[in-house]
């Protein structure tokens, strides 16, 4: 059964970057294959990642909806679950280290739900396959009370460095007690702080009850290789960010 990093936080605070620089995290470290997931329709972890994307769940659940109404023939005559399945397969993006699966958005008047309900089903069935899955959600909390996120070993809160961010990151781990889901480990980052907000912001956090695993500094390096649309997973090893990001996951459990 794979190890499941899973991500929350509002929009923009930086769980799309970190990721991919988890997926990056578990290739030096662990040097074994990762899964990473795509849970956004406003897919861009490709990008982060560096890789190009073919296909998504979304467009394929309409490519298969397409076959059953229009009665086409199935090749070798499959059964709709098992040519969903070899879609699924198919579908994923294969890179040095990792794939990644996508979910896109149903095309036409499909409903979010039902592509959501098939990346947990193929997250769930292809957990078994890796030993590490990094799932990068859509912002807001919806998605962990649609429960989306299914099993996760490591739930990373992300907030802006703000103090607004600080109250989302607060009330998310609210509704993680609330809803009883199963997460083992749960991490509140503070990325993208400067220099002189970091101490204020640990205090504010320190008020809300809330526990900082770590803060990651604003890296302008993350900064310049978004700004030439080159991927953020090959940032420079010395980087500011990923040094801290990566002091942070080594002082969770991570097996
Ligand atoms: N530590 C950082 N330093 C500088 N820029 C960052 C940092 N973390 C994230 N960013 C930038 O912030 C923006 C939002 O990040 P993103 O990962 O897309 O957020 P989210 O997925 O939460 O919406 C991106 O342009 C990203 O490059
Ligand atoms: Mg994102």
């Known amino acids: 059964m794979a190890f499941i990093f899973a991500f929350a936080g509002k929009g923009g605070t930086g769980k799309t970057t970190l990721a991919g620089l988890t997926v990056r995290y578990i ?14 329709a406003n897919n861009c972890l490709n990008e ?4 190009d ?12 909806l397409n076959i059953i109404r229009g009665g086409d023939e199935r090749p070798g005559g499959m059964s709709m679950e098992q040519l969903f399945d070899y879609q699924v397969q198919q579908s994923l993006v294969e890179s040095r280290g990792f794939d990644l ?20 089903k193929y997250t769930d ?11 990068d959600n859509e912002a807001g909390m919806e998605h962990l009370s649609r429960r989306t996120t299914h099993k996760v070993d490591i739930l990373l809160i992300i907030s802006d460095p703000t103090v607004r961010g600080i109250r989302t990151a607060k009330r998310i781990e ?9 997460i083992e480990q749960r991490a509140v980052i503070i990325n993208r702080a400067t220099q002189g907000q970091s101490s ?19 890296d302008p390096e993350i900064a310049y290789l978004d700004l030439q649309g080159n991927p953020v997973f090959q940032i420079s090893h010395d980087a500011e ?4 990001f990566f002091s942070i996951v080594d002082s969770l459990h991570v097996p």
């Open 27 to 40: 290739i030096e470290k662990k040097r074994l294959p990762v899964l990473a997931v795509d849970a956004d």
């Open 48 to 51: 982060v990642l560096g890789v």
């Open 53 to 64: 994307v073919h296909t998504t769940i979304g467009s394929l659940r309409e490519d298969s």
């Open 101 to 120: 699966m996508v979910m896109g958005r149903p095309e036409g008047a499909g409903c979010y739900c039902a592509a959501n309900n098939v990346i947990r």
């Open 125 to 135: 069935k292809l957990s078994a396959t890796y030993p590490y899955v990094v799932i």
């Open 174 to 182: 609210m509704l993680v007690d609330e809803l009883h889901l199963e």
């Open 200 to 218: 204020v912001l640990r205090k504010h956090a320190e008020e809300e009850g809330l526990q900082v695993a770590g803060v990651i500094p604003h």
């Open 241 to 244: 960010a990923l040094r801290s």
